[in-house]
């Protein structure tokens, strides 16, 4: 897929999620896999990367332009927590983390997976990141 064609996807997408909210009354916290997917097409334009070749690859959801390969964590949430495969979390290179606040996307963290899992609660097979930290995080 072209960055032309993600960048449209990008536009159409925000469109859906504007008339979700706006027409339908849907709160963002309600549109997980929309807000997800848009949070994925952010980070295939932010590093002029690609979309993993198959939806729901394990452990990665973009690939970079440099090959690192990038878990998007997308959420709505002003409470609560990401959750992070730890069966899958070898998988990837990099964490995107983008949350959705205010009407607008805001890339919270991108760099490092190690650096998160410092700021996470191991518990079964998750790792927990609490989103009252994402403010603390340093891109």
Known sequence: I????????YTYYQDILRYELHVLQTKPT?????????????????TDGQLALNVNEPGYDVIGANGRKISVKTT???SGFILINRNTFHLCDDLFIVQYKNEAFHVVYFGDKE??????RAYDK????????LNKLTM
């Not at 650096?115 to 996470?120: D, G, L, S, T």
């Not at 998750?126 to 930290?133: F, G, I, N, R």
């Open 115 to 120: 650096h998160i899992v410092e700021h996470c």
């Open 126 to 133: 998750t790792y927990e990141l609490d989103v009252s930290k």
């Open 2 to 9: 072209s960055k032309a064609q993600v960048e449209q996807l």
């Open 76 to 78: 709505a949430q002003a």
């Open 30 to 46: 309600e549109l997980r896999h929309l807000l997800g997917r848009i949070g994925e097409f952010l980070c295939v334009l932010q």
